[in-house]
C-alpha cells in the first residue's frame, strides 16, 4: 500500500478538534504514514464547516490550507487551490461549482451550464451550450 486515504470525519476532527481524542489519533497518524485526501472528501468537508457549522468560507479554505501543509498528506493541489481561490472570490457559487470551473479552467476546456450565476461570474470558461 502506497498511501491511506482519508474519510472525511478524520479531516473534520482535526479541524474542529471537537473531539479531542480522535483529533489528536488523526494527526498522530498523519506523522507518521503517508496519506491521501480525495477531491470528494475536500469536498465533504467544505460542506459540513459551511453548512452544518456555519464557518465562513475563508476561514475553511484557511484550515484546510493549514491540514494541506502536512508532508504526508497528498491532494489534488493545483486543482483544489484553484477551487478554494475562486470559492472565496465567489460567494454566490458553490464549491462544487468552483470546482467545476476550475478543472474546466486547468484542462483549458469550456464549461457548459444553464446556471446564470456560473456564467456571470465565470465566463468565457463558463457558457450556455448553444
Do not use: W
Not at 470525519?9 to 498523519?30: K, S
Not at 485526501?37 to 453548512?51: A, G, M, P, R, W
Not at 472565496?88 to 464549491?95: E, G, T
Amino acid at each position: 500500500m502506497t498511501a491511506t486515504s482519508l474519510d472525511a470525519n478524520v479531516v473534520l476532527r482535526m479541524i474542529l478538534n471537537d473531539v479531542p481524542e480522535q483529533a489528536n489519533r488523526g494527526a498522530e497518524f498523519l506523522d507518521r504514514h503517508k496519506c491521501y485526501l480525495t477531491d470528494v472528501v475536500i469536498s465533504e468537508c467544505v460542506f459540513v464547516l459551511e453548512k452544518v457549522y456555519k464557518l465562513d468560507r475563508f476561514f475553511i479554505k484557511r484550515s484546510m490550507e493549514i491540514l494541506f501543509e502536512i508532508e504526508t498528506l497528498n491532494f489534488n493541489e493545483r486543482l483544489i487551490e484553484e477551487t478554494f481561490d475562486l470559492y472565496v472570490a465567489h460567494k454566490s457559487l458553490s464549491f462544487a461549482d468552483c470546482y467545476s470551473v476550475a478543472e474546466a479552467t486547468l484542462r483549458q476546456n469550456e464549461l457548459l451550464t444553464f446556471d446564470r450565476a456560473i456564467i456571470r461570474k465565470c465566463s468565457p470558461v463558463a457558457k450556455e451550450p448553444l
